[in-house]
């Protein structure tokens, strides 16, 4: 009997930023050394395009911005309208 155990392994998200190599001047040498910078970071970390980063933060900011709650405060005889933002 053959059995077979799958552990999922979670790697924290992670996004690069770019990295500048001083003293390096052929592009291919630049190009060389930034895919082996990405390729050990997979290694431990889910790494995450600047457009993924980006479409995340507009669908939090979206999200934060329908979570508007209006409230009603009354004072002085008059009704003061306020939106109350997570933002």
Known sequence: MITFS????????????PVIFTGISSAEERA???SHVINELSVNYD????????????????????????????GSGSIFLSLHSLM
């Open 32 to 34: 060389i050394i930034q």
């Open 6 to 17: 799958a552990h999922a392994q979670l790697k924290p998200e992670a996004m690069t930023l």
């Open 47 to 74: 790494l995450k395009s600047e457009k993924e980063v980006e479409q995340a933060r507009e669908v939090a900011v979206d999200k934060i911005s329908s979570e508007v709650i209006p409230k009603i405060f009354f």
